[in-house]
Nanobody
Framework: QVQLVESGGGLVRAGGHLTLSCAAASFTIHAFTRFDVAWYRQAPGKQRELVASLSHGGVVAYGLDGDSLRGRFSISRNDPWKKVFLDMSGLKPEDTAVYHC???????????WGQGTQVTVSS
């Protein structure tokens, strides 16, 4: 059974820092290297939106809110560990959301989601 487990969320004050992790233990390392990985977030009453993505080839892209995110958020991956990270600094109350990890197989487009981790930023 495919399982993605996010961790690292929590309550932080504005200006604070969090690092989210996504563990993909159910995949082999070989399979994990084929994945394009991404973080999405969904705030209350809003649609899920892309935060940042990182292709299997190392290309980084940010979502529509890229101007606000670039320089504060950084996505990375560790293939031997089969993990994806989102390093978030300078957090703002508008960053409050449930953050979800997404893996997409670059060879088949099979799509996998985690259950999400809550990030709450107080003003």
């Amino acid at each position: 059974q495919v399982q993605l487990v996010e961790s690292g969320g929590g309550l932080v004050r504005a200006g604070g820092h969090l690092t989210l992790s996504c563990a993909a233990a159910s995949f082999t390392i070989h399979a994990f290297t084929r994945f394009d990985v991404a973080w999405y977030r969904q705030a209350p009453g809003k649609q899920r939106e892309l935060v940042a993505s990182l292709s299997h080839g190392g290309v980084v892209a940010y979502g529509l809110d890229g101007d606000s995110l670039r320089g504060r958020f950084s996505i990375s991956r560790n293939d031997p560990w089969k993990k994806v990270f989102l390093d978030m600094s300078g957090l703002k109350p508008e960053d409050t959301a449930v953050y979800h990890c997404n893996l997409r197989d670059s060879t088949s487009s099979d799509d996998y989601w985690g259950q999400g981790t809550q990030v709450t930023v107080s003003s």
